[in-house]
Every structure is written in C-alpha cells, then in structure tokens.
C-alpha cells in the first residue's frame, strides 16, 4: 500500500467563508484535518501542517522549507507526496519543486477555488484526486504535477487562468497530461525535458516587467542602477520590445545582468523572427535569452534557482533554450 504524506501550506483549501459578511480566511485548525480518515482506501495517509499561509505570502524561502520537508519524507519511508496550497502562486511553488528536486516519487500539488464551507466546495475532491495520483504507481518519474478538477498538469507549464472558475488550471498550448476518472489516474502524455538544480539558497534581486505599448526604458534602468540579479521581461508578439527601451536594455546587458524574454501572450513560445527596431532578431543579437513556453512567473522562478546554483551566463542561456 503506499505511504503518502499530505503537506498542508494553506491557502484557500484550508479556510472557511463567514456566512454573514462572505468573508474568507484561515481558520485556527485546518478543516482538511477532520476529513483525511475518508481517504484510507487510498493508501496509507498521514497529514501535517507545515505552512497556514495564504499563498500572496509565499516566498521562496517558504519554499525551499517545503522542498527540504519532501526531501525528508523519502527518507521516512514515503512513497508519495500531496501538497495543498493557495492557488495564486500555487503554480510557482509547483515549478520551483520541480526545478529543484529530483525525485522518482510522485509530487503533487492541488489547492481549491472555494472554501471548505462553501457551496461546491472543490477542496475535498482534488484532495481525493491528487491521492489517486500520488498513490499510482505510473505516477512514478513524471516529476511535480499539478492536479486540479480531476485533471493532471505538468507543474512547467500549467498556470491559473480564472480568477474564481474551479476549472481554473490549464496547460496552454501543450494540455494537460491526464486524467483521474474514478479511481484511477490515465495519462496520455509525459514532460519529455526534465530539470534539476541543486541549491542551497535562492537568489533574490531577480525581477519580473511586462511590456506595452509607448513603454520606455525607466524601469529597466532603475533596476540597473539598484544591481539586480537578472530581469525576466513579458515581451510583446512572439519576442518584440518597444524601441525606446533599448538604450537600457543594452546598458543592462553591458552590466552583465541576464535578460530573459518570454511572451506575455498566453499561448504560443517566443521566436526571433521580426529584424526591426526593437524585433526579436535583434534582442536575440544583443544578447537577450529567448525561452520556450514558459510564462513570466516561470522563468524568473528559472532564473533565480540557475543563479542560485552558480551557472554563467553561458549555461543560462543553454538551459532556457530547451
């Protein structure tokens, strides 16, 4: 039978909604506690709390404490890991697992939309669907997967796409990688490139732009002027920056600071194609980092855990075009 750790970190999963004013907010004791004995035919479940945060306040240092918790439970004997969270930066914390363990064992993330009193609560069903996961053993090697609403998401590319709808996980582009129907997981795909670094700490001073219309070069100055570790910018199209931002831009590059630049389309990978002013083909000759299909959030997760674990800015750019 599998031995499964649950890691609860809070989030929406683990608050209630005051019926009298709609408000939602942690509670004092986890209402996932009381409801874990239903899930015995599963395997062999233990639950415990490591975080009650809600998930705008997860740092990495958050992070690098659960990563080493997980670390800590294979040498307990567990065979796979549910962790619940808050759904805002649920993805994130997903994809810095990902990018920092190297773990046969299954590692799963799910959350809910609505709270354990609410109406259609979805906490206790993708609790239930993400021990089904856990507990298969084709769920072995398919590194950090995300399982929301009976679905299974490679923790690289899902992101939150609604604000409230529990269908709100989806991989653009690429899909998801199965699915749980009744009491099992079907997977139809895989994640063909799987990463590992090994770090000790994470890197801070790594930032995110998003660019627009008119947009100019204040921002990234500003961040070269403070010494920041490396930007990550949503480009325009498939890889475009205004041209008045790269005086900067290149004041940036000079002063060996990383730019990575992705799409903030939501579907599609950036390409350099356009040879114009401020065109992909030219941010790439200056020394831009292209990637492929990773959003914004992503890739400065990307970025701060390659500098973490002391790659040049060689190596990065090796790693962020695979």
Do not use: W
Not at 168 to 190: A, C, H, M
Request: with cysteine; proline share 4%; charged share 15%.
């Amino acid at each position: 039978m599998a031995k499964i750790l649950i890691i609860n970190t809070g989030g929406t999963i683990a608050m209630s909604e005051d019926h009298s004013t709609g408000k939602v907010s942690p509670n004092g004791e986890n209402p996932l506690l009381s409801s874990a004995h239903l899930f015995h035919l599963i395997g062999d479940i233990h639950t415990e709390d490591l975080f009650n945060l809600p998930s705008p306040h997860m740092q990495e240092s958050h992070m690098m404490q659960l990563r080493q918790r997980i670390l800590t439970a294979v040498e307990e004997g567990y065979t796979g890991v549910v962790v619940t969270h808050g759904t805002d930066t649920l993805e994130e914390t997903a994809y810095f697992l990902e990018l920092t363990t190297n773990l046969s064992i299954p590692i799963v993330v799910t959350g809910a939309m609505r709270s354990s009193n609410e109406i259609g609560s979805d906490g206790l069903a993708n609790l239930r669907s993400s021990l089904i996961v856990a507990a298969s053993p084709e769920s072995k090697d398919k590194g950090v997967v995300v399982v929301m609403n009976d679905e299974v998401h490679t923790a690289t590319y899902v992101t939150k796409t609604h604000t409230t709808n529990v269908a709100t996980f989806q991989t653009p582009t690429f899909g998801p990688l199965g699915l749980v129907s009744k009491s099992e997981v079907i997977y139809f795909q895989r994640l063909l490139k799987q990463e590992y670094y090994p770090i000790e700490e994470v890197q801070t001073g790594v930032y995110l732009l998003k660019a627009y219309a008119g947009m100019d070069g204040l921002l990234l100055d500003a961040l070269c002027e403070h010494h920041a570790k490396g930007v990550v910018i949503e480009a325009l199209g498939a890889g475009n920056l205004p041209p008045a931002t790269l005086p900067a831009l290149q004041r940036c590059i000079e002063a060996g600071i990383p730019i990575v630049l992705v799409s903030r389309a939501f579907n599609g990978v950036t390409y350099d194609v356009y040879d114009y002013l401020g065109g992909g083909k030219q941010l790439r000759q200056s020394g831009v980092i292209f990637t492929t299909g990773l959003s914004g959030q992503k890739a400065r997760l990307k970025l701060s855990v390659l500098l973490s674990s002391g790659k040049s800015l060689e190596e990065i750019e090796k790693a962020f075009a695979c």
